[in-house]
């Protein structure tokens, strides 16, 4: 079995936060050698993000760094100086990829553009991550998640429709497009294999999240309306309910008959005939409503969710992130795996999604320290001295 099936492709992140570090993450997950560039001094942004590790702001124990930055090599470098950009440009000539998520008009001032460096490299894959992307009236506007999540519609199709949309959590447009990202930038290097070029590879957000509303915007093409928010009444199938210790979703999927659901339940007035059609759920749903709520309150989330597993019914629970770590069915696919950092100790960190028959996959590096990898970058690889790496630190370079 291979180590990594991207094993001799060779990457440069020049990525803050979130977006770009994941998505050349994704690709150093797949046997990449990733190289990320961060400014002197503070590093990537991300360094600054908190939970750490130990309740210590410290720019080494960065939970989300820690985590989106494993399999990484880690280089310091002035990108906006004349010797830095000169440094960046050889990098940039013996790279198979480079992956950015600078704001357009800051990449076109540094000449960090596939038209200037795939001069010296045309096989380069040079992928750009931005919210609104390289063209276009908005393409140096700056975003949030939040901006990015309500301009690519997903927001106003979140949540009750007699509320306010409802906001997604825990920054996924930028994972959204990191691994938007990493899936272009493939088939990019797939395509190299038969021309020999490389090219741009233009990554919106907006636009990677907007492509995901697979309902919504042929809807209002098709149909000339706007499909709203999930309506508020209901039979109470489908939706979170609370039961003795969280949250679960009871469900009236499968092939068993109203009754088993019922009896599931535990409350003999569910098996009122009232309730056998989805029709008559919806018409009596306040008082269905209650119901669920009554019988719900005597279960604990595991135990519901395993006896409607026994019974053939599709039930869920919201499960907090002590229940995925403590999770039997992850444990037994060994998706957890454990990282050593010489700063914050060891870690279980989650592993991939997908796998792969043909190859075994580890996290082979922690999050690389602030500029740990200059002198094995710089001097062992690029061919600079000892002496040049004293001059660059002095004057800021790296």
Not at 76 to 93: E, F, K
Not at 117 to 127: A, D, I, M, Q, R
Request: net charge negative; glycine share 10%.
């Amino acid at each position: 079995m291979s180590g990594g099936l991207l094993e001799g492709i060779r990457v440069l992140e020049l990525g803050a936060e979130i977006s770009a570090p994941f998505c050349a993450r994704l690709l150093a997950d797949y046997g990449a050698e990733v190289i990320k560039i961060e400014p002197p001094g503070q590093g990537d942004p991300a360094r600054r993000m908190g939970p750490f590790a130990g309740d210590d702001p410290h720019p080494e124990k960065s939970i989300p760094f820690l985590y989106i930055n494993t399999n990484k090599r880690g280089v310091t470098l002035d990108i906006g100086s004349d010797t830095g950009r000169q440094v960046l440009a050889n990098l940039a000539r013996e790279v198979d990829v480079l992956v950015e998520n600078l704001p357009p008009a800051r990449a076109q001032a540094l000449g960090v553009t596939y038209e200037v460096l795939s001069k010296e490299n045309p096989g380069l894959v040079h992928t750009s991550i931005t919210p609104f992307g390289q063209t276009g009236p908005y393409r140096d506007h700056a975003a949030t998640d939040l901006v990015t999540t309500a301009l690519s519609g997903l927001m106003y199709h979140s949540g009750d429709s007699d509320r306010e949309p409802l906001r997604n959590s825990l920054e996924q447009s930028w994972y959204v497009a990191g691994i938007n990202g990493a899936v272009a930038t493939l088939a990019a290097l797939f395509h190299r294999l038969t021309t020999g070029r490389g090219q741009h590879v233009d990554v919106s957000v907006v636009e990677c999240l907007a492509a995901h509303l697979v309902q919504a915007v042929p809807f209002y093409n098709y149909m000339g309306a706007i499909k709203g928010r999930r309506p508020v009444r209901g039979s109470s199938f489908e939706e979170l309910m609370p039961a003795r210790d969280g949250y679960v979703i009871p469900s009236v999927q499968g092939s068993q008959p109203w009754s088993v659901v019922a009896d599931l339940i535990g409350v003999e007035e569910l098996q009122d005939q009232r309730f056998a059609s989805g029709s008559g759920r919806i018409e009596h749903g306040e008082e269905l409503k209650e119901l669920l709520t009554q019988g719900l309150s005597e279960w604990d989330r595991k135990p519901l969710f395993q006896a409607s597993g026994e019974r053939r019914l599709v039930f869920g629970m919201a499960q907090d992130a002590g229940d995925l770590f403590d999770c039997p069915h992850l444990e037994a696919r060994e998706f957890f795996v454990e990282v050593d950092h010489p700063v914050v100790g060891k870690a279980r960190h989650p592993g991939m999604g997908p796998r792969l028959s043909d190859m075994d996959y580890q996290i082979s590096r922690p999050a690389p320290l602030l500029g740990e990898h200059n002198r094995e970058v710089y001097c062992d690889e690029m061919g600079y001295t000892a002496e040049d790496l004293v001059l660059f630190r002095e004057s800021g370079v790296i």
